[in-house]
């Protein structure tokens, strides 16, 4: 802090006349002049203090434009990151719907032919088995003629 313009002289002189003992008045002034000295403030004190705290003011208010700055370019790079998700879900979503149905008709195909071919097996098994069983009948009436005969 810079030093008060205190008049410890005519402080004590005021106290003299006043009817203080000198030594008194001069112990007064003194202390007086030591408390003021130590918390009042000059003006140069509070115009330092102003510019200092102007300085601070102008500072705090470039680091809060400089954060508004970054943090909308930053909300604005979530929702473009956002919008560039939601696209590439759509696709992705777009494209399982699109094999689900490829999946779905070649399944439905594969069952097709399966049936189709089980049909056809099943064809021909049977004709096979009414060949053997006329074949058999053929054995089996040719044994009974030929027990007829014998007999």
């Known amino acids: 802090m810079t030093m008060l313009a205190l008049n410890t002289l005519a402080y004590a002189k005021k106290l003299i006349a006043a ?20 918390t009042l403030a000059t003006k140069l004190d509070i115009k330092e203090l102003e510019a200092a705290t102007t300085s601070v003011t102008q500072e705090t208010h470039r680091v ?8 909308t370019s930053a909300i604005l790079e979530t929702h473009r990151v956002i919008k560039e ?6 696709i992705a979503i777009q494209e399982t719907h699109r094999v689900i149905k ?3 008709a070649a399944t439905k195909r594969d069952m097709k ?9 099943m064809k021909d098994l049977e004709y096979r088995m009414t060949i ?3 074949a058999m009948m ?9 027990l007829q005969k014998l007999l």
């Not at 032919?113 to 097996?121: A, M, V």
């Not at 053929?138 to 030929?146: E, F, K, L, Q, S």
């Open 132 to 134: 053997k069983l006329g």
């Open 64 to 71: 809060i434009k400089a954060l508004e700055a970054t943090t």
């Open 19 to 38: 009817g203080v003992p000198e030594r008194q008045a001069e112990a007064q002034a003194e202390a007086l002049a030591e408390i003021v000295e130590d």
């Open 85 to 90: 998700l939601e696209a590439t879900t759509t």
């Open 113 to 121: 032919e399966l049936e189709t071919r089980l049909l056809h097996e």
């Open 102 to 104: 490829e999946l779905e």
């Open 138 to 146: 053929i054995v089996a009436m040719g044994a009974m003629a030929t």
